[in-house]
């Protein structure tokens, strides 16, 4: 028997991971939510079908959204998370002793539970008395809050779906509105490979660059995602994101990574042509 | 045959057959299932244009409706509480037409509140009909229109005692009713019939705890936008008709002007919102009303902005108020509703229905999500954190009382001359301007044009109100009646 888990990439693309069993699944009130045990990849948490993340390749994501802020905002100690329900992003944040607080806003209980449950290389720090747990919608809690952060991270899902409203103007507003006056807001900011992908990245990168004056997009290399050509944005009120790089700062730091390193911060800005146009025409 | 219920839906059952027919189709329309226009076969999909079909023997015909229609329209007239309710679908504007046509002939009088819809007036032109205005009053501090007092009803059928029927909004634009109740037995005291223009009051039938609906009222007609908050497909609508009216004469009138090929699209989205309506109305009403009472408590606590409701209601000219509408004052953050509906859509891809000077309307429906509600919410926070003003200087009024000096129909057909609007004073208007949406006359046929009218629209041109109605098409020209006053 071949079990396969497949998700289109595009209408005429698809990628497909062997499955050796199924270990949850259970629809919640916003989304289905699937967790395979794979030999390739370890395990793989899906939602709507869409691949989040898997054991072999999250830490490609997870070092990249957290290390590449802190080690340019000289001083993080009040962050807010926003998605992050498997954890991943929350277990690098708290390797800094330096930061006080942490709010993790997550619309879906069920995947806290079921990454809880099941997949506790990512989701282990979530019980770090710095972390506090809203579960309510992104939108809403940000509007609530008044220069009250250092750092804000969107670890959304996609353009579609629960995490739709994260993509949205209003909602870049008001994070910029939520940052302290020298605040830095990380993005997940899709794709530029498949049309469909660009154009949401394009319209991420337009609304938010109507909200901050330093607005900038940085690359990684994520296996299981669309094309494998990703990117995180990184948007800010007062730090440019090479110049304010302080390269001493994060190697005593003593922090050990599997991907991120001091060279390749500066140079995941350093972008490809056809997304630089893809940007300018934003 | 079996007695039919609410949740059978016989044109759609007869749609569903016919599509199993594989019929050789020598009729209209040509496109013959979608076969000679591949490319729009293409974006609506197959089985659309599959049922886009003339009438034939199993399906029954609109004009003269015996069989099928005939039980789609019965079954949407017990939903409403209805002796008879008709298909249309030419729009509410075909439906409302229908209404004082059926009512009025040339020289009647009809009482009528100003801020009635086009629709209502272009009747007037068509039929010759005169109107008789009652003054809705405006609420300062909003300026919006409201309902007809008690009192002006009253007096406008003693001044008009010969006058043939009276015109309701039930709700208006904005939500707000009048006295309903009160007014259908005053009318009918006097020998008039009620005709009401229930638009945007579907719900009224089907929620729990909303104001009174036309026929509940005991109202003579109502046309009813279906498709507005009721689920069918855009341009269907209903004519309800009460108890005393003669439907036979009414069905005449209505094909006097209404298509003789009637679109199954529309007419089968009737019968499946009217069963849907029936079933599971109470469900869908309730959530609406939920999510605009949530909007409302989240937006007037965003400051600046003041979502109305309820505490409108004063017994009279806001006899009640419909809490599924969520309408929103932006005045106070220096900006025209307009601007706020500019800013919505382009800055951030939110569509709401209208803007006008003071308010903005944003139209909620069981078919909304908390994401959406939210996005409303936020940006509406950004707007006033990124673009709000000092108010001051801006216009805060605007209900003008018209001066009808001529019939509108006699002013519409009048000979007339093209002058510069800014120019116009004095003269009698001879067509429409009115800002779309809403779609209420700024000025009529057979209205005196005045300062204070070319005041407000040079404004509402200024903050960028889409205004309509003149032949004009950049309205720099109106028309007027040759004869100055």
Known sequence: ?282 | MKKLSQADTPLHAALEDHKLERMAHFDVPGHKGGRGNKELKYFLGEDTLKIDVNSMKPLDNLCHPVSVIKDAQQLAAEAFGAKEAFFIVNGTTAAVQAMIMATCKAGDKVIMPRNVHRSAINALVVCGAIPVYVNPGTNKKLGIPLGMTLADVKHAMEKHPDAKAIMVNNPTYYGICSDLKQIVSLAHANGMKVLVDEAHGTHFYFGENMPISAMAAGADMAAVSMHKTGGSLTQSSLLLCGQEVNTDYVRQIINLTQTTSGSYLLMVSLDLARKNLSLNGKEMFRKTVAFAEYAREEINKLGGYYAFSKELEDGDAVYAFDTTKLSIHTRDIGLAGIEVYDLLRDDYSIQIEFGDIGNILAIVSAGDRNLEIERLISALSEIKRLYSKDPTGMFDHEYINPQVVMPPQKAFYANKISKEIYKSEGYICGEFVMCYPPGIPILAPGELITKEILNYIAYAKEKGCVLTGTQDMEIAHIQVVSDKM
């Open chain 1, 1 to 282: 028997m071949e079990l396969w888990f497949s998700e289109p990439h595009t209408k005429n693309v698809k990628l497909s991971i062997k499955v050796e069993k199924q270990l949850y699944s259970e629809q919640s009130k916003y989304q289905r939510i699937d967790i395979f045990q794979t030999t390739e990849f370890g395990k793989v948490l899906t939602l709507d079908g869409y691949l989040m993340l898997t054991e072999k390749d999250e830490f490609i994501y997870h070092e990249m959204i957290t290390h590449v802020p802190m080690a340019v905002h000289p001083h993080v100690k009040k962050v807010l998370v926003i998605g992050a329900g498997d954890g991943g992003t929350i277990r690098e944040l708290i390797r800094y002793p330096y930061i006080e607080h942490i709010d993790m806003v997550e619309i879906d209980e069920m995947v806290v539970d079921a990454c809880k449950e099941y997949l506790p290389q990512t989701a282990a720090g979530i019980t770090d008395p710095r972390v506090h747990i809203f579960y309510t919608d992104g939108l809403k809690f940000v509007r609530t809050q008044h220069e009250a952060y250092d750092l804000i991270i969107v670890d959304s899902t996609d353009p579609f779906g629960p995490g739709e409203g994260l993509f949205t103007r209003e909602f870049y507003g008001n994070c910029f509105k939520a940052l302290k006056e020298d605040g830095i807001l990380i993005n997940q900011h899709e794709s530029p490979f498949y049309s469909e992908d660009a154009k949401s990245m394009q319209r991420a990168h337009r609304n938010i660059a109507a909200s901050f004056p330093i607005a900038w997009v940085y690359q990684f290399h994520m296996p299981t995602y669309p094309s494998g050509h990703w990117f995180f944005g990184f948007a800010s009120k007062k730090y440019h994101p090479i110049d304010d790089f302080d390269e001493e700062r994060w190697k005593n730091a003593n922090i050990s990574t599997k991907y991120y390193n001091a060279k390749l911060h500066k140079g995941a800005f350093y972008i490809p042509n056809y997304v630089k146009e893809l940007l300018a025409d934003a």
